[in-house]
Structure formats: C-alpha cells, structure tokens
C-alpha cells in the first residue's frame, strides 16, 4: 500500500527556474513531513521538514508549502541550479505504539537543471 | 561531529550465502534505524533499533534481522540472499527527541 504518492517522476528546469514537486498522503497520524535530497552513490539528505501545524515554511531557496485538509505538501526549489540535479524524495512519519517511528516514502523525482 | 558511518560500501555474494552490514551511529544517537532502496521497491523500511531493542520492524521476511550494541552501532544479517536481495541497504540515526534521520551513505548489495 502506496502511503505517499509523489509526482512528477522526472523533471527539467532551467538554471533559474522553479522546480515544483508534490506529494499526497493518505494516513491522517502522519504528523512530519521531511524532504530528502539524494546524489548518486550517496545516502539521503535531510534538505527541509514540516509539521501540519504549519502552512509554509522556507530555507533559503527550499520552500515548502504544506495543505492539511488537501493532505498535500510539495516543494519548491528557486532559482534552480545545474547543482540541484539530484533525487528528491518527500517522506512522513508518525509516532508507532512502541515509541519511535519510521519514514514513508514516495517514489521519488529525478530533477535535472539544464544550464 | 562525525556522520552515519556505513560499512563495507560494497558486497558481492551468492545466492544462499549469509551477510553482516555494520552501521556506526552520530555520536549521541540511540535511535537505528534500516531501510532499503531498490529502483522497484523504492525506499521500504525494515527495522528500527532503540538502546539495544528492536522497538519497530517493516515487512520483511525473517531472513532479515539485527541487532543494537551497547555502544549505539547496529548490524543488520540477512540470511539465505536471494537476488531480489540486491539493494542498496541505508543506515539512518536519530536523537531521542528528534524525528530527523541522518543517512549514511549506504551499503551496496550484489547477489549473484
């Protein structure tokens, strides 16, 4: 069972440009919603999170925007850069009965900035 | 500080075959958590370790299993390898009160 769908699979933008990708969940516990930026060879990194306490929340040129009743949130890349090609996934999470919790995924983009 | 240390990156095995991947945690972090990636399945989680005890699992069968030193570092065995095995096996540590997990950087899993 998909709990996260994300779309577009792929995507290209112009160095300059707006990258936009979302996400749908479908599980109402989920209660944080963190992006991942992954490089060839390399494990995720933690780019950006929210709680959905919180419409919108911004670091530098990450911004993510966050909609509880639609339960959707998508991030937003400005001024998009050749070394921001990368592997995007967005994931949630949310407390289990046992104490701690674990990162649903989606899919996945694959964002290319052309020059 | 130091990152999630993973080790070996790299591990070619044959079917039938056991392996041991090692994962070393942030300093600090009690909290392991093993995921794996695969171009089909995606990023699927399989365990989670906490002070020793395994406090979450995913749905994988028991060929997959680990375990949580006293120092915090994980192991994670998979028994009787399959193809489908085939992955990139990810480490990921946490704080107590922190839901941001830091990756390593993986360990890649050939089954031949």
């Known amino acids: 069972q998909q709990q996260v769908k994300q779309s577009p699979q792929s995507l290209i933008v112009q160095k300059g440009g707006i990258s936009i990708i979302n996400c749908a969940y479908e599980?109402?516990?989920?209660?944080?919603f963190p992006w991942y930026q992954q490089f060839p060879g390399k494990g995720p990194a933690l780019l950006i999170a929210?709680?959905?306490?919180?419409s919108e929340k911004k670091e530098g040129r990450f911004t993510i925007s966050f909609n509880k009743s639609a339960k959707q949130f998508s991030l937003h890349i400005m001024d998009s850069q050749p070394g921001d090609s990368a592997t995007y996934f967005c994931a949630a999470s949310s407390s289990l009965t046992g104490g701690g919790n674990k990162l649903t995924f989606g899919t996945g983009t694959q964002l290319k900035v052309e020059l | 500080k130091a990152g999630v240390t993973q080790t070996p990156r790299y591990l070619i095995k044959t079917r039938g075959q056991q392996v041991t991947l090692s994962c070393s945690p942030i300093s600090g972090h009690r909290s392991v958590s093993w995921y794996q990636q695969t171009p089909g399945q995606g990023l699927q989680f399989l365990f989670e370790?906490?002070?020793?005890?395994?406090?979450n699992k995913g749905n994988f069968p028991g060929r997959f299993s680990g375990r949580q030193f006293s120092n915090s570092r994980s192991e994670m065995n998979v028994s009787t390898l399959e193809l489908g095995d085939s992955a990139l096996y990810l480490c990921?540590?946490?704080?107590?009160?922190?839901?941001?997990?830091?990756f390593g950087s993986g360990t890649r899993l050939t089954v031949v």
């Open positions: 990921a540590s946490s704080g107590d009160r922190d839901y941001g997990y830091t």
């Open positions: 599980n109402t516990a989920f209660d944080y």
């Open positions: 929210i709680r959905p306490d919180v």
């Open positions: 370790y906490f002070s020793e005890t395994q406090r």
